[in-house]
């Protein structure tokens, strides 16, 4: 055997989150695509979930006729499938499969499945069976294609991302043996639940057993289909450093490579159109938040910082960056007035009426409207986090508050009836991002930031904290001037957190305009830096440890 690298002739990934927008997983694959489609042009499928087959998904162009001859054999075989391409850069293919057949297998699935694997499915609950049949059917259907398509001497490789799709990695191991199994985890589910829960995750990680903790927090099914598929397949994998202590650990397996994520920036702008999306999407922001707090805000004058992502109030970090704002409004050095903004999709119901009334009118607005914190109305107006965190806290947007609050409680999608901008139309307006994870794997939100030039606050405990540290090339942490000022977060922190925040904003708002243009600067460099043309090489290293596992145990 050679020491070249062993490279895919064809390679398949299977994820929840194919054509079907979810979270960051999405972010992920729809971003490294094009470039694994310029090397490997149409011999990377992706296989997702078919939710959409009555209806039209704006993620995928079907196309009828790509691989006609083998659709009519996957028909024969009981596969229910649809081609086309992914309606992302590169518009790779794609194989959408319904998976609702399956569940008529179910229990004969899952015996196999303790048989072979020893995976426990006894106490399954919730989106398990889903995600497992569709595990299944993506692994029947990459399957199918080998048998049908391709040739003992291709080398394949068939990926799998989360517990979700674990069972058909391991399927196909027994099946087709001849394929080359990859298992990503982006984040456990057992450390994502013990941190959910409260219960201090980092300075007893040495502590805890794996298995026992699922057992307590009654998640054994979801955990043990991710360990026992790390153990099995050809090569396991995560997203970064401190998620590959957290499989050691919780799993009992190393990762074989980190997968670090990386980033596309062909859909940031640049030069004047930068410039005057961001000035438009400022005077939105300035005018939004006349329109509900009944105050003036001057461009110049006015810091507009904000936190966004999943509504995970403690694993994100939310909490704290409320009680950094609460502290921040005391603090007598801070130089400018604070317009902070929580973009988290919650139980949003309908648009504010007095608000979109006030937004379509000239008018320039001297008084609140009632509850002037919030641009939609909830479900639980009574009962949400931010809602009860602010009010705890005593924060509502008083006249007199140097920092005030506004809410946004849905996606922000061009089509929620107040902003009506995508996020990525919005995040460039800007001074400052904060994301103060306590839980994070990687964090696509603060890279997201950087590459719109919006220096970002976040911590040590996400994967793209660690990975800024990495760059200062001398064991220090990353600090505002580099563009990514990295907070030192643990289980017992949180105050300290709360402070470091609420200094690096003061500190922010007291920097000259040439000061703020330099950091916005090197904000840019770091994401640049986070590019795919950089980080893919470490999936070539993962396929490469795939394929001789593969030709082992064919041999």
Not at 197 to 202: G, M, S, T, V
Request: hydrophobic content about 40%; some cysteine.
């Amino acid at each position: 055997m050679t020491n070249k690298m062993q490279t895919p002739d064809y390679i398949f990934e299977s994820s929840w989150e194919v054509c079907n927008k979810v979270g960051g997983i999405y972010t992920v694959l729809s971003t490294r695509a094009k470039t694994l489609q310029e090397t490997f042009n149409d011999r990377i499928i992706f296989v997702g979930p078919d939710f959409w087959q009555n209806k039209e998904n704006p993620l995928f162009i079907e196309d009828k006729a790509l691989y006609a001859e083998w659709k009519k054999q996957a028909s024969i075989e009981g596969l229910q499938v649809r081609t086309g391409r992914w309606n992302i850069p590169g518009q790779p293919l794609v194989i959408l499969v319904d998976f609702q057949p399956f569940f008529a297998q179910k229990n004969q699935i899952y015996a196999d499945m303790w048989n072979d694997f020893q995976i426990d499915s006894l106490h399954a609950y919730g989106d398990y069976d889903e995600a497992s049949m569709f595990s299944y059917a993506s692994a029947k259907v990459v399957e199918s294609f080998y048998r049908f398509c391709l040739t003992e001497n291709t080398n394949v490789v068939y990926q799998a991302h989360e517990w979700m799709t674990g069972m058909g990695a391991l399927y196909l191991q027994k099946a087709v043996p001849e394929i080359a199994t990859i298992f990503t985890t982006h984040a456990t589910s057992i450390g994502r639940s013990i941190a959910g829960n409260n219960k201090p995750l980092y300075d007893y990680l040495f502590a805890y057993n794996g298995d026992q903790m699922a057992y307590e927090l009654n998640i054994q099914s979801k955990h043990s289909v991710e360990k026992q598929t790390a153990h099995f397949v050809d090569c396991f994998t995560t997203v970064s450093d401190i998620t590959a202590r957290e499989c050691a650990e919780l799993l009992d397996k190393p990762a074989d490579v980190v997968l670090m994520n990386g980033f596309e920036n062909d859909f940031v702008p640049v030069g004047s159109s930068y410039t005057a999306k961001r000035k438009k999407a400022r005077q939105l922001k300035l005018r939004l938040a006349n329109c509900l707090l009944g105050e003036e805000f001057k461009d110049d004058e006015t810091l507009i910082i904000g936190t966004s992502g999943r509504y995970e109030f403690k694993n994100k970090g939310i909490n704290v960056f409320l009680e950094a704002l609460n502290r921040l409004n005391r603090d007598k050095n801070l130089k400018k007035k604070v317009l902070a903004f929580v973009n988290v999709p919650s139980w949003v119901g309908d648009p504010r009426e007095d608000l979109l009334e006030r937004l379509n009118s000239k008018e320039v607005f001297t008084t609140p409207l009632s509850c002037p914190l919030i641009t939609h109305w909830l479900h639980n107006m009574t009962h949400d986090q931010v809602l009860d965190m602010l009010k705890y806290l005593g924060m509502g947007n008083n006249p007199d508050d140097k920092v005030k609050v506004i809410f946004v409680p849905c996606y922000l999608d061009g089509f929620d009836g107040i902003v009506n901008k995508h996020y990525y139309d919005v995040v460039l307006c800007e001074d400052l991002t904060v994301y103060p994870s306590y839980y994070e794997p990687w964090g696509y939100t603060p890279l997201e930031s950087v590459a719109f030039k919006v220096p970002t606050i976040t911590t040590d405990l996400a994967g793209f904290g660690l990975w800024a540290n990495t760059l200062k090339n001398n064991g220090k942490y990353s600090e505002l001037e580099d563009g990514v000022k990295v907070i030192h977060r643990s289980d017992y922190n949180y105050s300290e957190v709360a402070d470091a925040i609420r200094d690096t904003i003061v500190e922010f708002s007291g920097k000259s305009d040439a000061e703020v243009k330099k950091i916005r600067k090197n904000a840019a460099s770091v994401a640049e830096k986070a590019l795919w043309k950089h980080f893919i090489q470490y999936y070539y290293e993962a396929y490469d440890i795939a394929l001789r596992k593969a030709q082992k145990r064919n041999a």
